[in-house]
Structures are given as C-alpha cells and as structure tokens.
C-alpha cells in the first residue's frame, strides 16, 4: 500500500498520513518501516504519525483505508482448518471459514465507521475488509445513504495482470468473460479486443512451464504506473485456469 502511495504521489498526492490500529507493538515495526520509507521516497509527507487513539486518528482526514481482522490469525488459522478437517474447502473468505469470518467482522465493521463517522463525516471510506461481499452487502444495509463507502478488492484485476504478463501483452487488452463473487469466482474465457480465445494458450504456457512461469513474470508486473505487487500469490490459484476461486491478501492503513 505505501509502495502504491509514493508511485502515484504525482496524481495522489498526501500530506498526512496516519497508521491507527489497537495494537501498539504491532503498530510500531509496520510505522517505523514506513517512517524510513516516507523519509526516502515521499518527503513531501509533512506529517506521519501512528497512534491507537481514534480521536487522533479519524480527526481531519479525507481517505481511510480499512482492513481488520477480527479474532486475528488465530482465528483465520481456525477458519481454514475446521472446513478442513471435515473434508471442505479451507479458505478464509469462502466455505464455512468465509461464512465465519464474515459474521465475526460485521459488527466491528459497523462500529469502526460509526465511529469514523463521528470525526470525519465527509471522508471517503475503502474498505479492503474479507470476506469482502459478506461485509459490502452488511455496510450497505447498515449505511444505506452513506454513498463515500467503497469497497475493494483487486484479486480478479491482479489474476488478469498475470495472465497478460504470461501472453506478454498489456493488462487492457484483455477482455475476461468471468462471474462470481470477487473471492469465489471463475474466468470462463480470457479474449484479447480482436475477438481472439486466449485461454487454451494460457493453459499450455502453465502446463509446459509450470506454475513458475507465472510466479517469474510476476516479479515485473506493472498496472498503470502502479506497481502491482500483490499478485504474487495467485499463482496458488491459477492450477486450473478455467474454474479459477480468487484470492487476495492486502495491508492498510488501518488494521485490527
């Protein structure tokens, strides 16, 4: 997320940054990083601070970008290992983990934009939060009128960005026929603008180079001017291009 912060300090640019979570140790090796980050690329920050108070951190800001876990890894390492156990799928943001870590997000969800809301009202709120249509359909139900929430995920466009470094084309000039949810979806076809069925193509790179041929394109990967270093992992998920459930990991600005 800082990485993608200083590439487009240009056409985004910041003055103030500030970490909140509700664990100071955590909070001081990720912070401490940043400062040295900040103090090497983005000097134009005036101002970065990190904090566990919310009436310092929600005070006079215009973007938050939300990502909790509720229960922590402990219970994201229940969520997958349950499911399995009973011959399910182990995933945190699908099966019975999704489920789970859903209905243990939606009420800390809620009371953390609640309280965002009382010191910014005005703020534009992207929520990174999984299982991210469980927790997007539970936020529009809960803030109906409130049209500043988005939420994001950007596994499918990331799985997409290493399918054009495998072709060695551009990220746009692919056109995906795909449905489902952004955490359990499938790519049924990967066309370029010419009307052209790539996906049998996709599938013999994979099959004659292995799974190495995506993780190796992927250390170049670039969308836009952004570098787009969270598509590493989906080489877990690219086996069997033509039933391919997304996945995506993040880190925000504000962490449970």
Known sequence: MMNSLIAEKETFPLKRVVFYDIDAERQESNAKATEILFREHYPEVEEFIYTTDKETAFSGSDF?????????????ERDEQIPLSHGCVGQETCGAGGMA????????MIQLINEIRCYSPEAWILNYTNPAAIVAEALNREFPEDKRILNICDMPAAIMVSYANLLGCEFWDLV??????????????????????????IKNIILNQGISAIDLRLQTIHLG??????CKPCWQITQN???TPTCSTTCTLKRW
Not at 101 to 108: A, E, T
Not at 176 to 184: A, K, T, V
Not at 225 to 230: D, G, I
């Open 225 to 230: 001017r952004r570098p787009s270093k969270t």
């Open 241 to 243: 291009i033509y039933l």
């Open 176 to 201: 995906p026929e795909y449905f489902g949810l952004n955490h359990y979806g499938w790519f049924t076809k990967i066309k370029n603008k010419q009307g052209q069925d790539l996906t049998d193509e």
């Open 101 to 108: 870590y859903g209905l243990r997000s939606i009420g800390d």
């Open 64 to 76: 938050f970008f939300i990502q909790i876990r509720t229960g922590g890894l402990q219970a994201r």
